[in-house]
């Protein structure tokens, strides 16, 4: 399995980020071809140092990083990344890799 990590940054205004986040940009993000499961943090963002800095992290599963580049270069993943110009005020992260269970 691949994963995509999204790590949103604490935003100007956190309840409209989260009102934004969960009524427009979740559901284009479901959209993206490969999905096959969609996480996202719940509560405080921590560190073990203490606050993160972080104000949501989504997880998105996808069968490889083939299907995982696929569904991004898609017209509903480019739907979606175009988005987060929208209420991402905070800034951004992006990661994605592969996965080994050990």
């Not at 205004?13 to 427009?24: E, K, L, T």
């Not at 606050?51 to 270069?73: Q, T, Y």
């Amino acid at each position: 399995m691949a994963r995509l990590l999204v790590m949103y940054k604490t935003p100007k205004d956190q309840a409209a980020f989260d009102d934004y986040y969960m009524r427009i940009h979740a559901p284009l993000a479901k959209k993206i071809p490969g999905l096959r499961k969609y996480e996202i943090s719940r509560g405080r963002v921590a560190s073990p140092a203490g606050d993160s800095g972080c104000h949501l992290v989504a997880i998105l599963h996808f069968d490889d990083v083939e299907a995982l580049k696929s569904g991004l270069a898609s017209p509903e993943g480019q739907a979606a990344a175009g988005d987060l110009s929208n209420f991402a005020s905070g800034g951004v992260d992006l990661l994605f890799f592969d996965t080994n269970e050990i």
